[in-house]
């Protein structure tokens, strides 16, 4: 897929990689437990959303059957991409900006929100998915980030506490491992 498309379905279709440096950005400019905390999220809404389709077993889009069968349902972009939104809204709301963070970093939602949906468009409209698998993504984005944002916010089972004090840069290299893996 590529030839032909517009240059900004083009860019959406590389979201997993341009998302993967923005976020690995942040936390090597921040070094911040918070930052580190939302990654390992991600990557376990990531993951869950990866078990799913192989328990749901739900093919693809028919046009996609000239490759090895994979399985679409839920979206794991959109689950990834949705937990990014939701998490990232929920801190502008509730937490103070990170001191390393311009001010305006409160507004990051303004960009975050529209660019998650142009992101779950594009999979549809590239052929990857249908409307029900990026509707099942993103509401398992959504729950995945609400519980994921309540445990840090409440400290449950001391979870702030304990990411406080590792090792940022450990966390970061565990979890682009994981990425690449798979």
Same mark, same amino acid.
């Given at each position: 897929?590529? =030839? +032909?498309?517009?240059?900004?379905?083009?860019?959406?279709?590389?979201? @997993? $990689?341009?998302?993967? #440096?923005?976020?690995? !950005?942040?936390?090597?400019?921040?070094?911040? =437990? +918070?930052?580190?905390?939302?990654?390992?999220?991600?990557?376990?809404? @990531? $993951?869950?959303?990866? #078990?799913?389709?192989? !328990?749901?077993?739900?093919?693809?889009?028919?046009?996609?059957?000239?490759?090895?069968?994979?399985?679409?349902?839920?979206? @794991?972009?959109?689950?990834?991409?949705?937990?990014? !939104?939701?998490?990232?809204?929920?801190?502008?709301?509730?937490?103070?900006?990170?001191?390393?963070?311009?001010?305006?970093?409160?507004?990051?939602?303004?960009?975050?929100?529209?660019?998650?949906?142009?992101?779950?468009?594009?999979?549809?409209?590239?052929?990857?998915?249908?409307?029900?698998?990026?509707?099942?993504?993103?509401?398992?984005?959504?729950?995945?980030?609400s519980f994921w944002f309540q445990l840090w916010v409440k400290d449950v089972a001391s979870v702030k506490t304990t990411a406080s004090s590792v090792n940022v840069e450990f966390t970061f290299l565990s979890l682009i491992s994981l990425f690449w893996v798979n």
């Amino acid at each position: 897929m590529g =030839a +032909g498309l517009p240059l900004w379905l083009k860019f959406l279709d590389e979201t @997993s $990689k341009v998302v993967t #440096v923005l976020i690995a !950005a942040a936390l090597l400019y921040t070094r911040s =437990a +918070g930052v580190a905390y939302l990654v390992t999220g991600a990557v376990l809404c @990531s $993951k869950l959303a990866k #078990v799913t389709k192989k !328990a749901i077993r739900q093919e693809r889009p028919s046009h996609c059957s000239g490759r090895k069968v994979t399985y679409g349902m839920p979206s @794991s972009h959109a689950s990834t991409c949705t937990f990014f !939104a939701v998490y990232i809204t929920c801190a502008c709301l509730e937490l103070p900006v990170h001191p390393t963070f311009p001010r305006f970093a409160m507004f990051a939602p303004v960009v975050v929100l529209p660019w998650t949906w142009m992101i779950a468009m594009s999979r549809v409209r590239l052929g990857y998915h249908t409307w029900p698998q990026i509707a099942a993504g993103t509401l398992l984005g959504a729950c995945c980030a609400s519980f994921w944002f309540q445990l840090w916010v409440k400290d449950v089972a001391s979870v702030k506490t304990t990411a406080s004090s590792v090792n940022v840069e450990f966390t970061f290299l565990s979890l682009i491992s994981l990425f690449w893996v798979n």
